[in-house]
């Protein structure tokens, strides 16, 4: 009798230990609210809560978990929180944020949870992922070696950008940042590239302009806008940056190549200390809280080219930094410089003098595209970094002299005649073979025979005269040039160029050279 009682007291027993587990568990999956307060809302009871997690409220909200202590958890509201109240009940979903990814986002804007915001149908979807991931290791990568065209002379020439590189656009307000991105995402088309346009803390009106300007372009195919407007609530300008991200891992787990611009990080940082300083999170250097260099960090190594065993995908980062009168020694922008593989630095002075794209050629650099340039543009743009580099030395001195040596004319006007060619109107990228023909015209000076005022009519009837010619379109098969054609081209060009001397009126050639070299 007594054996019999034993196995049932150790069944009683196994069954009382059973459910004081599932209560503790039950427990802890389940808070209520301390306070509300801007958005943010303190929970106590959520031990086991998870970093990022997401948690529902009574009133049918959602919010995430963003500070873990000791007796409460801080979560950031990605709902609306008016009816939020304190002791009201929070539940864990055991989820962390994950968003719809796949094709059917293509021409698609989206907010930062991957609902859609233009006003068409639902986004079908099949597969969800996490917003935070670990980016890919090392031994998963390769270097750099394949060009992105940006379509933007001045940077395939100088400052080329490789597929999945990360390249910082950094400049003052007003300088043509966003038009840059928008550029290099217009000049993807046909190059089965995907692009995503993360718009962070921007005026809704702003978006709206861009989506029509790639609309237009007929980019909208190929690319999705994240919109996260400056009226949206904090946490969802805070993961807007990591939902683009997440869909472009996506296209590059599949092999294939994405762009991806973020305008603007500095707004994401602003925004994220704004979250930090309100979760009472200790502030340092600039008032920022001390991990606001993970933030960026985090999100931009997810950007990368990977090895032909992981399907050798890329994802090419073009994050945006907006600076105060230029500096570029703030904390935020040595943040991202320190991160990202080079910078393209525009300028407010330039822009305002009329030159477009207005990058310094001084202060900028890219550090990995050279080696992805294709060989012809290579070839070509050999030279032209250092002629404007001579070109803007002299200048500055030549404001303090009259009497000026021949040598040093001659530089000064082949460097105006070279910031001429480089000025390119918005929205209007070339194609590469373009590009390498006006290359070719600065490196073997044939531009210095060109009046300044006629130097863009001499351009654009070059382009339309030579895109046709039998010399390059082997040039464009071969993406070399060779003695050979080295030769034939310079000869057919110089020839083209006497034609054009001829049209002009009282043309002065003691002042332009002498036009009997060009023969």
């Given amino acids: 009798m007594s054996k019999i009682s034993n196995q049932f007291a150790a069944i009683i027993k196994a069954k009382i230990k059973k459910y004081a587990k599932t209560q503790k568990q039950e427990q802890h999956d389940e808070g209520c609210v301390v306070s509300v307060n801007d958005g943010?809302?303190?929970?106590?009871?959520?031990?086991?809560?998870?970093?990022?997690?997401?948690?529902?409220?009574?009133?049918?909200?959602?919010?995430?978990?963003?500070?873990?202590?000791?007796?409460?958890?801080?979560?950031?509201?990605?709902?609306?929180?008016?009816?939020?109240?304190?002791?009201?009940?929070?539940?864990?979903?055991?989820?962390?944020?994950?968003v719809p990814v796949g094709d059917n986002l293509l021409g698609r804007i989206i907010n930062a949870l991957g609902f859609p915001q233009d006003g068409l149908s639902n986004i079908k979807y099949k597969i969800k992922m996490p917003i935070e991931k670990i980016a890919p290791n090392v031994m998963m990568r390769e270097t750099v070696s394949r060009p992105?065209?940006?379509?933007?002379?001045?940077?395939?020439?100088?400052?080329?950008?490789?597929?999945?590189?990360?390249?910082?656009?950094?400049?003052?307000?007003?300088?043509?940042?966003?038009?840059?991105?928008?550029?290099?995402?217009?000049?993807?088309?046909?190059?089965?590239?995907?692009?995503?346009?993360?718009?962070?803390?921007q005026k809704e009106s702003s978006v709206v302009q861009i989506y029509q300007t790639l609309k237009k372009a007929k980019a909208m195919e190929y690319t999705t806008i994240v919109n996260a407007p400056a009226s949206d609530l904090p946490a969802l300008i805070y993961i807007a940056p990591y939902t683009g991200t997440t869909i472009a891992e996506y296209w590059l787990n599949r092999g294939e190549d994405v762009l991806i611009v973020y305008d603007d990080l500095t707004k994401h940082a602003i925004n994220y200390r704004t979250?930090?300083?309100?979760?009472?999170?200790?502030?340092?250097?600039?008032?920022?809280?001390?991990?606001?260099?993970?933030?960026?960090?985090?999100?931009?190594?997810?950007?990368?080219?990977?090895?032909?065993?992981?399907?050798?995908?890329?994802?090419?980062?073009?994050?945006?930094?907006?600076?105060?009168?230029?500096?570029?020694?703030?904390?935020?922008?040595?943040?991202?410089?320190?991160?990202?593989?080079?910078?393209?630095?525009?300028?407010?002075?330039?822009?305002?003098?009329?030159?477009?794209?207005?990058?310094?050629?001084?202060?900028?650099?890219?550090?990995?595209?050279?080696?992805?340039?294709?060989?012809?543009?290579?070839?070509?743009?050999?030279?032209?970094?250092?002629?404007?580099?001579?070109?803007?030395?002299?200048?500055?001195?030549?404001?303090?002299?009259?009497?000026?040596?021949?040598?040093?004319?001659?530089i000064l006007n082949h460097g105006e005649r070279i910031m001429a060619l480089i000025k390119q109107a918005p929205n209007k990228p070339y194609e590469e073979i373009a590009e390498v023909l006006i290359l070719f015209a600065i490196k073997n000076r044939?531009?210095?025979?060109?009046?300044?005022?006629?130097?863009?009519?001499?351009?654009?009837?070059?382009?339309?005269?030579?895109?046709?010619?039998?010399?390059?379109?082997?040039?464009s098969k071969k993406q070399t040039l060779d003695g050979k054609l080295t030769a034939a081209l310079l000869k057919e060009m110089q020839q083209f160029t006497l034609k054009f001397i001829k049209k002009i009126p009282n043309y002065d050639s003691k002042q332009y050279g002498d036009i009997a070299k060009l023969k």
């Fill in 40 to 98: 943010i809302v303190i929970v106590s009871g959520l031990d086991n809560a998870m970093l990022n997690e997401i948690v529902k409220f009574e009133n049918g909200s959602f919010g995430m978990v963003l500070n873990l202590e000791a007796n409460c958890v801080g979560v950031v509201m990605l709902g609306n929180y008016t009816n939020i109240k304190e002791n009201s009940r929070v539940i864990r979903t055991r989820q962390t944020i994950s």
């Fill in 148 to 201: 992105l065209e940006t379509g933007i002379l001045s940077i395939d020439s100088m400052f080329p950008i490789g597929k999945g590189q990360r390249e910082l656009i950094i400049g003052d307000r007003q300088t043509g940042k966003t038009t840059l991105a928008i550029d290099t995402i217009i000049n993807q088309k046909g190059k089965n590239v995907k692009c995503i346009y993360v718009a962070i803390g």
């Fill in 275 to 410: 979250l930090s300083l309100l979760l009472r999170r200790p502030p340092g250097r600039e008032a920022y809280p001390g991990d606001v260099f993970y933030l960026h960090s985090r999100l931009l190594e997810r950007s990368c080219q990977l090895n032909k065993k992981n399907k050798g995908g890329s994802i090419t980062a073009l994050p945006i930094i907006e600076t105060q009168i230029g500096d570029i020694s703030a904390y935020i922008p040595t943040n991202v410089i320190s991160i990202t593989d080079g910078q393209l630095f525009m300028v407010t002075s330039m822009f305002n003098a009329g030159q477009r794209p207005a990058i310094d050629p001084g202060l900028s650099v890219s550090r990995v595209g050279s080696s992805a340039q294709r060989s012809y543009v290579k070839q070509t743009a050999s030279t032209l970094k250092l002629d404007l580099a001579r070109y803007n030395e002299l200048r500055s001195f030549s404001q303090f002299g009259s009497d000026l040596d021949d040598e040093t004319k001659q």
């Fill in 446 to 475: 044939i531009i210095d025979y060109i009046p300044l005022n006629l130097i863009n009519n001499f351009k654009d009837e070059m382009l339309e005269y030579f895109i046709k010619q039998k010399n390059v379109k082997e040039l």
